[in-house]
């Protein structure tokens, strides 16, 4: 027997409504949500001394004294060894002979160009009156020359004199090795009684002989990947942790960047200074480093999956009688989970959440 399709539906108590209710999709819906969006990157990270100083020998000859050790927090300035050059300070001791006897050459010149010089003046005013004849003048100006070359060649000598000695003098201070700035003591090869070379020496070792670190500021560093890198600004805010101090975050900015990728790696280095005055933190230290790329304090959001991407960016704005418009949108920052939405909507539609496959404008959805 043929069953009436009608009356079949009639049977099982289904209206036609019901049956367009059953065909049509359902969905689940999600709203706009407006808040603070922030994109952000998270990089290793290593602490580094703000300042480090490699010391080495200007000067060769044997340690007289190591004032230091490692763990010994230095002062600008401070004596931290000692090389005793002998050869130097006899070198300081003649060449204050010399001084002495060029000071002397110059006083005895300077006379002499005087008494030349006024007995030029006496002899030039006889031959203006014809007392004495030309060849008389002559001679007086050719002695008055000769003084005043003596003159100069001898303070010429003086001068010369005087900075061969401060040369030396120099290359005597410099026997005395101090701290650059303040720090702590890191590395030490040093001890009293080494032999050691000028660093300008063929014989000069090249590992240094000290090394200062200034640790009371500190560099954090990390490298930004290419992709992150065009959002790093030098104020970015970021908060450094670290494996080995549990529960405790340190929070700085960007200080400086190096303003161009590595073509080896194709990241960016980016360094916050850190204010160690407390010593909590030491040089070496590895870690992470939160860095907030870009902020938006009141953003127009929507999750990352009810967002489609088969075209242009769209979502499906649902109507009050549960139809739905497809909607082209412009986006924004993506933090992975949350889209910002920065042209398209108001922010008081209801959108189709996650959905396996495509509807179109006008059509009707069941909402879950």
């Known amino acids: 027997m043929k069953l009436d399709p009608l009356r079949l539906i009639l049977a099982l108590g289904l209206s036609i409504a019901s049956l367009e209710a059953f065909a049509a999709p359902s969905i689940t819906v999600v709203n706009v949500e407006k808040r603070p969006l922030e994109r952000t990157t998270t990089q290793p990270a290593s602490i580094e001394a703000f300042h480090e100083a490699?010391?080495?020998?200007?000067?060769?000859?044997?340690?007289?004294?190591?004032?230091?050790?490692?763990g010994s927090k230095v002062k600008a300035g401070q004596p931290l060894f000692r090389i005793s050059a002998p050869e130097m300070k006899q070198q300081v001791a003649g060449l204050k002979g010399q001084l002495i006897q060029y000071e002397n050459a110059k006083r005895a010149a300077e006379a002499n160009l005087a008494a030349i010089e006024s007995e030029?003046?006496?002899?030039?005013?006889?031959?203006?009156?014809?007392?004495?004849?030309?060849?008389?003048?002559?001679?007086?100006?050719?002695?008055l020359?000769?003084?005043?070359?003596?003159?100069?060649?001898?303070?010429?000598?003086?001068?010369a004199a005087r900075s061969e000695l401060k040369e030396?003098?120099?290359?005597?201070?410099?026997?005395?090795?101090?701290?650059?700035?303040?720090?702590?003591?890191?590395?030490?090869?040093?001890?009293?009684?080494?032999?050691?070379?000028?660093?300008?020496?063929?014989?000069?070792?090249?590992?240094?002989?000290?090394?200062?670190?200034?640790?009371?500021?500190?560099?954090?560093?990390?490298?930004?990947?290419?992709?992150?890198?065009?959002?790093?600004?030098?104020?970015?805010?970021?908060?450094?942790?670290?494996?080995?101090?549990?529960?405790?975050?340190?929070?700085?900015?960007?200080?400086?960047?190096?303003?161009?990728?590595?073509p080896s790696t194709r990241t960016m280095r980016a360094e916050v200074d850190i204010n160690n005055a407390n010593g909590?933190?030491?040089?070496?230290?590895?870690?992470?480093?939160?860095?907030?790329?870009?902020?938006?304090?009141?953003?127009?959001?929507?999750?990352?999956?009810?967002v489609r991407f088969d075209g242009p960016p769209h979502v499906y704005v649902l109507a009050s009688d549960n139809t739905i418009t497809k909607t082209t949108v412009t986006l924004g920052l993506d933090d992975g989970n949350w889209l910002q939405i920065l042209s398209g909507l108001k922010g008081d539609e209801r959108i189709?959440?996650?959905?396996?496959?495509?509807?179109?404008?006008g059509d009707s959805v069941v909402v879950r």
Request: no cysteine.
């Open 145 to 159: 020359e000769t003084a005043r070359a003596q003159t100069a060649a001898a303070s010429g000598g003086l001068a």
């Open 352 to 361: 189709v959440g996650n959905l396996i496959g495509r509807l179109q404008d």
């Open 54 to 70: 490699d010391l080495n020998a200007k000067v060769t000859g044997y340690v007289d004294a190591v004032l230091v050790d490692i």
């Open 120 to 143: 030029a003046d006496r002899i030039a005013a006889l031959v203006a009156k014809g007392s004495l004849n030309a060849k008389v003048g002559q001679e007086s100006v050719q002695r």
């Open 168 to 262: 030396i003098q120099a290359l005597v201070e410099y026997a005395t090795i101090k701290a650059p700035f303040d720090g702590i003591v890191t590395y030490r090869t040093v001890d009293p009684g080494d032999l050691v070379y000028s660093a300008t020496s063929s014989k000069g070792d090249a590992q240094p002989l000290m090394r200062v670190a200034q640790v009371s500021k500190l560099r954090a560093i990390a490298y930004i990947p290419e992709s992150e890198a065009v959002w790093l600004d030098v104020g970015d805010a970021a908060t450094l942790t670290f494996n080995s101090i549990p529960g405790k975050s340190f929070q700085g900015t960007i200080a400086r960047t190096s303003g161009a990728l590595d």
């Open 280 to 306: 909590a933190l030491i040089a070496g230290l590895y870690g992470e480093m939160k860095i907030v790329l870009e902020s938006q304090p009141s953003a127009l959001l929507l999750p990352a999956g009810s």
